[in-house]
């Protein structure tokens, strides 16, 4: 500064500067009364609802959705489900040795992964996960935070997740998917128009490449409640639920 001439538009500038301090906006938050923050709060979480808010994915003109292209259509016989009984003569514990047998004979072939799935809604923040149980591998664990969406659509991305990661397996020929939320599994098979259909149609298009790449590649699909207390799925539903996160800005409906 010095080397400018004394009549250079800085020190006049500077000495206006000095002459007149600053001052706070006089809209600052410090000036303003609490209704008027709170009025301020208001638009931010209102805004954040409009962002976060649970939207329909539907995508009916997807060709994975065309009549007699779909998979249900094309690879009627490469995916199944096995229900867990409500019948009366069917108690629980008979139902979860039969679960047992189930997982101690996949672990007995390297070809098949076992994938139990749970999710978990607290908060507006969902909590996904996936363990995947590949024989003399480590356990692969898929976690994953989704801020306001259903525990619909939660269940259908652990399974999108997990799905995805056993298909990159080239030696893979079998996958089964253990989960709690057996009605949401069937979503995926079901041709009529849902609010999840995006969703849905990541995964068809998974499953039809795994199964156009060899004909003897199934995917099987396992009902257990929570109610059953299985000891695996019991291990993932617990660590969904004993996760407790807090959104920055928690919906006006929470």
């Not at 007149?20 to 609802?49: A, E, G, T, W």
Request: net charge positive.
């Amino acid at each position: 500064m010095h080397l400018l001439p004394s009549n250079h538009i800085l020190h006049s500038l500077i000495s206006l500067c000095n002459e007149f301090p600053l001052h706070q906006y006089p809209l600052s938050l410090n000036f303003l009364i609490r209704r008027q923050c709170s009025l301020i709060k208001s638009h931010l979480v209102d805004m954040n609802n409009h962002f976060n808010k649970v939207f329909p994915s539907f995508d009916l003109i997807n060709p994975e959705l065309f009549p007699s292209h779909r998979i249900i259509d094309t690879h009627a016989n490469c995916f199944s489900f096995h229900l867990f009984s409500k019948q009366a003569n069917h108690n629980i514990n008979s139902q979860v040795q039969e679960l047992d047998k189930i997982a101690i004979e996949l672990s007995d072939t390297p070809l098949t992964t076992l994938i139990i799935s749970d999710a978990s809604v607290k908060n507006n923040v969902a909590t996904s996960i996936a363990y995947i149980h590949i024989r003399d591998k480590p356990i692969i664990k898929i976690l994953q935070y989704t801020l306001n969406v259903t525990s619909t659509k939660a269940e259908l991305v652990t399974i999108r997740c997990g799905i995805n990661q056993a298909t990159n397996i080239n030696y893979i020929s079998k996958i089964v998917i253990v989960t709690d939320l057996i009605h949401t599994v069937k979503k995926i098979f079901n041709p009529s128009s849902h609010p999840f259909q995006k969703h849905v149609v990541a995964i068809l298009k998974k499953l039809r490449f795994f199964f156009s790449c060899h004909l003897d590649n199934h995917i099987k699909f396992l009902d257990c409640p929570s109610c059953s207390n299985w000891h695996l799925h019991k291990a993932v539903n617990s660590e969904t639920k004993s996760i407790k996160l807090t959104p920055l800005y928690p919906n006006k409906l929470s």
